[in-house]
Nanobody
Framework: QVRLVESGGGVVQAGGSLRLSCAAS????????MGWFRQAPGKEREFVAV????????DYADFVKGRFTISRDNDNNMVYLQMNSLKREDTAVYYC????????????????WGQGTQVTVSS
């Protein structure tokens, strides 16, 4: 069992930065691939980034490449999403999720989800 709690969301101006955090409970956290997804009003949930259990492999959606960085700290059961050069279209609720099998962009593969944190980018 893994419990996930996101934090770090807020309101930021376009061009600004935010760092999202995801705190995980559970002794097996380090064996899970961890992903970030987002959902804007009226839109489906979409993949943002994923990191392997070791942190050695990452994958990003094209629309965040070069702007967002995913990282993890297995000693402290944390996953991060550093978001730079934010755009208005990045406004969404951001969720972290855990996948026991392997890193994937497919939301349905993830077993555990956090409650989400709101990110609002103003112009």
């Amino acid at each position: 069992q893994v419990r996930l709690v996101e934090s770090g969301g807020g309101v930021v101006q376009a061009g600004g930065s935010l760092r999202l955090s995801c705190a995980a409970s559970g002794r097996t956290f380090s064996t899970y691939a961890m992903g970030w997804f987002r959902q804007a009003p009226g839109k489906e949930r979409e993949f943002v980034a994923v990191i392997s259990w070791s942190g050695g492999s990452t994958d990003y959606a094209d629309f965040v490449k070069g702007r967002f960085t995913i990282s993890r700290d297995n000693d402290n059961n944390m996953v991060y999403l550093q978001m730079n050069s934010l755009k208005r279209e990045d406004t969404a609720v951001y969720y972290c999720a855990a996948d026991k099998i392997s890193p994937t962009r497919v939301a349905s593969r993830y077993e555990y989800w956090g409650q989400g944190t709101q990110v609002t980018v103003s112009s």
